[in-house]
């Protein structure tokens, strides 16, 4: 067994980190945070042309053939910075979307100006009754000739507000809840009836609501067989929901980091309060979860390529859980150990809490893969 | 990153698993199979089974009996071991003072002590705690003075010394120099339970078992032959044996073993009909406990393959001796749990609970224990705070 970072890999990590430290302070993240984008399309270029973006697509695709490990070693490093530019959005999600669905076709038309830095993308996946489940599809795309007409609704888009194109899923065929009769449509984001609604999420990104009003697609827009989209939405919720646990190991070092120094520095009763037990243990028992936590999240990133379902699925969720029960008690008390300071706005210790809050609920929150986890073979 | 073991790691896997189907005598199969309570005598036979394998000391080099194993080899013995639900040996020959022996101890020492040890031939305690001392084990009082024959004469008392009452050797921490400052006046001896003055008393655990003894030393002599390293220099001594083999404190093997146990006790408890398997709610608590349990796996295996390297094992072994414990305590909470009216028996006669079930109340007591020996979790923590989140003191 071996969980050493290869020189190559060490030598990303350390790029991203002093990227982060230099271009990507988390001082930029608030100022973005009244920017009605919320984050730089010149930082998205040249997080591009630092080969980033083409991590994961293959070489055919116009990428660098890498391996989640590689992402998981930047999404880290992002997690700590607090970075806002939407990586999970286009390029594990959308852009994993038209890898998969998509012919060389659409890996031009798409992926190359994604991995240029050029567009970004949104997957609309998401709709209110569905919760956590991909297959849970009422927008329906009804065939007209050689077109769809597609009607409903997404919620939480990610980057919906700023994407260039939205990949969306609609029923052709069956009943909410199916596998089956599911398809991805590629629509620019100036489509007619196309209706995208900004929106905040609580950890100062945006997002966006999306609505489908009699929308008109040529079939030619449709990604891959009709109706035989499930199995990539399955295995992008498992891409989204690893992700989410390296960029919250990032999020809770950070955090972790971020108090332990505030102990050594805050004085109260005429010490050091680093210096009285009670918080000593409870930092301690920050550190401990979130070293279990990325013991998790490493086999998650391993296993997330796993060629069999159910491996992939039990590694990915038994990661989202640990993280969701690490990650939430990390951050909290990190607001409790800076005290009252700890839950003002002008404290960055609230804009972790407040990230690690809302990757807990992306993808699957600790009911859903504890629920997911217990219905696997190997339980 | 490669998060597999090689398949020569996986053919000895397999060779263990074999080999312990085969080997365990059946009335050892038979109580393994319900995690009953392994009896002393039971415990020594299946050493004697294991060293005629040549495995009972599997970190020992070849040339004292040992299986001269890699660290990883080791830790899969032991893990199979645990998870067949085997009798843990006692850990204070082979874990403790045999190691100590070999890195501090004279060549005579070697040659008298570790063959017997590795035989199963003479059966060893620890004696560091004392009243009142507790986790600050600097503070010992147990006193040993020279008596000008080139002997040490020694007076005090030992408590938690576990299965005293079957020992035939104690290896003591004494205090050689009261003057000098805490660490720095103990010395490491070896002292024969049946050198008059002696006294273990056994005290009943929660769990109903006679577990620990209080040790009584009245002008016991010990022969000068009989110190370990040093004199005054017992404590680096002490340092170095609460440092041996941290990559097995975790005990994942034995929580999954637990956690099995857990599983087949909620599937055959039923309430009006419906396993509690099958009860959404329970699933949730076994499945959320089981991911725990991955979680500390991994970083077991973590440690593992920074040993594999060749890196000695950090302050971060405390994370495993923290969570180790944890876990441990709360599967067989849960396993109480789900036992419902099951878990208010109490060392019954067979029969009047399901067979599987009947060690679980006495094994949760137990447990409890885990939190507070080897370093309690709180002087772990405070090894945590100070050397790796360097926090001021």
Request: overall charge negative.
């Amino acid at each position: 067994m071996n969980f050493d970072l290869t020189p190559d890999q060490k030598l990303l990590e350390s790029t991203v980190a002093s990227f982060v430290k230099k271009e990507a302070t988390v001082s930029r993240f608030r100022a973005l945070r009244d920017d009605p984008v919320g984050w730089s399309k010149s930082l998205w270029k040249t997080m591009a042309e630092l080969g980033w973006i083409g991590l994961v697509f293959p070489e055919s695709a116009g990428g660098l053939g890498g391996s989640f490990v590689d992402v998981a070693i930047v999404l880290e490093q992002l997690g700590a910075g607090l970075v806002p530019e939407p990586f999970v959005a286009s390029v594990l999600c959308a852009g994993t979307a038209l890898l998969r669905l998509g012919g060389p076709e659409e890996h031009e038309a798409h992926l190359a100006p994604l991995i240029a830095g050029d567009t970004s993308l949104a997957l609309a996946w998401a709709e209110r009754g569905g919760r956590y489940d991909p297959t849970w599809v009422e927008t329906t795309a009804i065939r007209n000739g050689d077109e769809y007409v597609l009607r409903g609704e997404k919620v939480f888009v990610l980057n919906g507000h700023a994407a260039d194109t939205i990949v969306v899923s609609a029923r052709t065929a069956g009943n909410p809840g199916d596998s089956d009769g599911i398809s991805l449509f590629v629509l620019p984001r100036d489509t007619a009836g196309l209706r995208i609604k900004t929106i905040r999420t609580m950890d100062g990104h945006k997002a966006a609501m999306v609505s489908l009003d009699g929308v008109v697609a040529p079939a030619s827009m449709r990604l891959g067989a009709e109706g035989a989209a499930a199995p990539v939405l399955d295995e992008i919720m498992d891409l989204g929901a690893a992700a989410a646990c390296a960029e919250g190991l990032g999020v809770m070092r950070a955090a972790l980091g971020m108090t332990v120094d505030y102990l050594k520095t805050r004085e109260q009763f005429g010490l050091k309060i680093g210096t009285f037990q009670a918080l000593q243990h409870r930092a301690v028992d920050m550190f401990v979860r979130a070293e279990l936590a990325k013991s998790t999240s490493i086999l998650a990133s391993i296993k997330v390529a796993d060629p069999d379902p159910a491996e992939r699925r039990s590694a990915v969720s038994a990661a989202k859980v640990e993280l969701a029960l690490c990650g939430r008690y990390v951050t909290q008390q990190s607001i409790q150990l800076h005290g009252g300071i700890g839950i003002t706005d002008e404290h960055d210790i609230g804009l972790y809490f407040k990230r690690m809050h809302v990757l807990n609920a992306l993808f699957g929150d600790e009911e859903h893969h504890l629920a997911r986890f217990a219905a696997q073979p190997s339980f | 990153m490669d998060l597999s073991f090689t398949p020569e790691q996986i053919a000895f896997r397999d060779e263990v698993r074999a080999w312990i189907r085969e080997a365990m005598p059946p009335r050892i199969r038979e109580k393994a199979a319900v995690d009953g309570h392994f009896e002393h005598d039971e415990i020594m036979a299946w050493h004697r089974i294991l060293h005629a394998k040549g495995w009972v000391a599997p970190h020992w080099p070849a040339e004292w009996g040992g299986a001269g194993l890699d660290v990883t080899r080791r830790f899969i013995l032991t893990e199979e071991l645990e998870l067949a639900g085997a009798p843990s040996l006692s850990p204070f020959g082979l874990m403790m003072v045999g190691p100590l022996i070999l890195q501090f101890g004279t060549d005579a020492q070697r040659r008298r002590f570790l063959p017997k040890i590795v035989a199963g031939e003479e059966v060893w305690c620890q004696g560091y705690s004392e009243p009142n001392a507790g986790s600050d084990l600097a503070s010992l009082k147990l006193s040993a003075d020279p008596d000008g024959k080139g002997n040490y004469v020694l007076n005090g008392q030992k408590t938690w010394t576990t299965y005293a009452q079957y020992a035939d050797w104690i290896f003591v921490l004494a205090r050689t120099d009261k003057t000098a400052k805490k660490q720095s006046g103990i010395s490491f001896f070896l002292v024969d339970m049946k050198t008059p003055g002696v006294t273990a008393r056994p005290t009943l655990t929660t769990a109903g078992t006679p577990a620990f003894c209080d040790t009584f030393f009245e002008n016991v002599v010990v022969p000068g032959e009989n110190l370990v390293g040093p004199l005054h220099g017992g404590w680096t001594l002490a340092k170095a044996l609460l440092g041996h083999e941290r990559t097995y404190i975790a005990a994942v093997g034995m929580s999954t073993r637990v956690l099995r146990r857990v599983k087949r006790i909620a599937a055959a408890t039923t309430e009006r009909g419906v396993p509690l398997l099958e009860v959404p709610a329970w699933r949730s608590r076994i499945a959320r406990l089981e991911i725990e349990l991955l979680a500390l796996k991994m970083t077991n295996y973590r440690a593992l393959a920074s040993a594999e390297l060749g890196h000695a094992p950090g302050p971060e072994s405390s994370i495993l001796k923290i969570r180790g414990s944890e876990i441990n305590q709360q599967c067989y909470e849960l396993a109480m749990d789900l036992m419902g009216h099951d878990a208010l028996s109490w060392h019954n006669e067979p029969g009047t609970i399901p067979e599987h079930e009947a060690s679980v109340p006495p094994q949760f007591q137990y447990a409890r224990a885990a939190s507070i020996y080897g370093g309690s979790n709180e002087i772990q923590k405070n090894v945590i705070a100070k050397l790796i989140l360097g926090l001021p003191s």
